[in-house]
């Protein structure tokens, strides 16, 4: 199974935007999810989405963050709207259950 490279991420300021992508033959198939780790704490999942692209979110995230994809692309998304400084992390994505983890993406949100 091909490793999945995330990008995108970057510093914004809050109440800014963001749209990170996650790429590997896996997400044009399996279901995947986006995740987050923040320092000393565990990695949080905030979203997931099938193959046929039926969505679900972590209440944190709920209303600001839509998770989407293009199986043709073998590409995963994560638009993230209205950001605020306790989003700062390093966002991943996974194939579910079992994918392993790629490198990630930094996200900070700072004024």
Known sequence: QV???ESGGGL???G???RLSCSGSAAGVNLMGWYRQTPGKQREWLAHI???GRPNYAASVKD???ISRDNAKDTIYLQMNDL???DT???YCKSI?????GQGTQVNVSS
């Open 64 to 66: 600001r963050f839509t």
């Open 3 to 5: 490793q999945l490279v």
């Open 50 to 52: 099938t193959q046929d």
């Open 84 to 86: 605020k400084p306790d």
């Open 97 to 101: 259950p079992s994918g392993p983890w």
């Open 16 to 18: 800014g935007s963001l």
């Open 89 to 91: 992390g390093i966002y």
């Open 12 to 14: 914004v300021q809050p």
